[in-house]
């Protein structure tokens, strides 16, 4: 929606894909945070939420580095599209790769009902 809206030159798509893509990592984030909080050593936990912190800026920085060094070189609107793609592959691949074991295992344990650590 938010590409849709730059190519269309239209700015209510373009801030209503704004919007949308504002709220789901917002969301991913807020949720991010919630299982680190939950899966983190109290001792350590904010060891691993700066951690988090950390890759999640990353994660916002990096992509919009790469939208100006592409729009130094070629057209604005075909450097929006390339992030956007790139962005969405990322996205997918991260999700069909997603260790759903390690979670269920992980979750288990912290209800107690089996050993963190467990052999495959």
């Given at each position: ?98 260790p759903t074991t390690a979670i269920a295992r992980a979750t288990a344990a912290l209800s107690g009902s ?7």
């Amino acid at each position: 929606m938010f590409e849709a809206g730059l190519w269309a030159r239209s700015l209510p798509t373009f801030a209503a894909g704004t919007l949308l893509a504002g709220t789901g990592i917002g969301l991913a984030f807020r949720r991010g945070v919630g299982v680190a909080q939950r899966l983190a050593d109290p001792r350590r936990r904010a060891d691993l939420i700066s951690t988090y912190f950390l890759f999640a800026y990353t994660g916002t920085i990096v992509p919009t580095l790469a939208l100006g060094l592409l729009d130094q070189t070629i057209n604005q609107d075909v450097a929006a599209l390339i992030l956007a793609v790139a962005v969405v592959a990322t996205t997918l691949a991260s999700a069909l790769r997603r260790p759903t074991t390690a979670i269920a295992r992980a979750t288990a344990a912290l209800s107690g009902s089996t050993p963190l650590l467990h052999a495959p």
